[in-house]
T-cell receptor, first 111, second 119 residues
């Protein structure tokens, strides 16, 4: 069983602050994805990382996949109220198992 | 890009009735679709994997006779909640996997979800 843990579970910050959320597992993943979900909507894919050590940037968001492909981080620079939402990481196993979701980090950016 | 359409977005039904939820891949073929359930302020829990032309694979603890899944074509999977009860009230989300060469972006795309309320 592959389990993903995310931290922090909740995060409330002021507009303009920086933040990092983490996704960790004891298992190795062939790929890992980050999603953002707003209330009443389905998750929207932000990024997929597949190579250990990989860093991807999407405007103010920076994603990193750990060298061992067991963990990942999402860093947001100068957070804005529009960044508010549930951030979910999801990983796919080495042998094509369905991917599993982490419990999510609920981010609230206050104006 | 890949688009997955889920319908209806909201449904209210009486206890004991059945409800069908549709999940369509609009611009790509999806041999595999997934059905998730999400409780308030929680993450997504995989219920079952829907395979075109074959039986769905259910996760442990999910009643296959209660949650009927049909994947009759490469663009449509349906989830039918049979004999619904209030405890079945939840947010149900589907996703479709598009592999390279099937017309969509490589990876998983989610529908917008269906809010089911059983009264």
């Amino acid at each position: 069983t592959q389990l993903l843990k995310q931290s922090p579970q909740f995060l409330s910050i002021q507009e303009g602050e920086n933040l990092t959320v983490y996704c960790n597992s004891s298992s190795v993943f062939s790929s890992l994805q980050w999603y953002r979900q707003e209330p009443g909507e389905g998750p929207v894919l932000l990024v997929t990382v597949v190579t250990g050590g990989e860093v991807k940037k999407l405007k103010r968001l920076t994603f990193q996949f750990g060298d061992a492909r067991k963990d990942s981080s999402l860093h947001i620079t100068a957070a804005q109220p529009g960044d508010t939402g549930l951030y979910l990481c999801a990983g796919a196993g080495n042998y094509g198992q369905n991917f599993v979701f982490g419990p999510g980090t609920r981010l609230s950016v206050l104006p | 890009g890949a688009v997955v359409s889920q319908h209806p977005s909201r449904v209210i039904c009486k206890s004991g009735t059945s409800v069908k939820i549709e999940c369509r891949s609009l611009d790509f073929q999806a041999t595999t679709m997934f059905w998730y359930r999400q409780f308030p302020k929680q993450s997504l829990m995989l219920m079952a994997t829907s395979n075109e032309g074959s039986k769905a694979t259910y996760e442990q603890g999910v009643e296959k006779d209660k949650f009927l899944i049909n994947h009759a074509s490469l663009t449509l999977s349906t989830l039918t909640v049979t004999s619904a009860h209030p405890e079945d009230s939840s947010f149900y989300i589907c996703s479709a996997y598009s592999s390279p060469g099937t017309g969509g972006n490589y990876g998983y795309t989610f529908g917008s979800g269906t809010r089911l309320t059983v009264v």
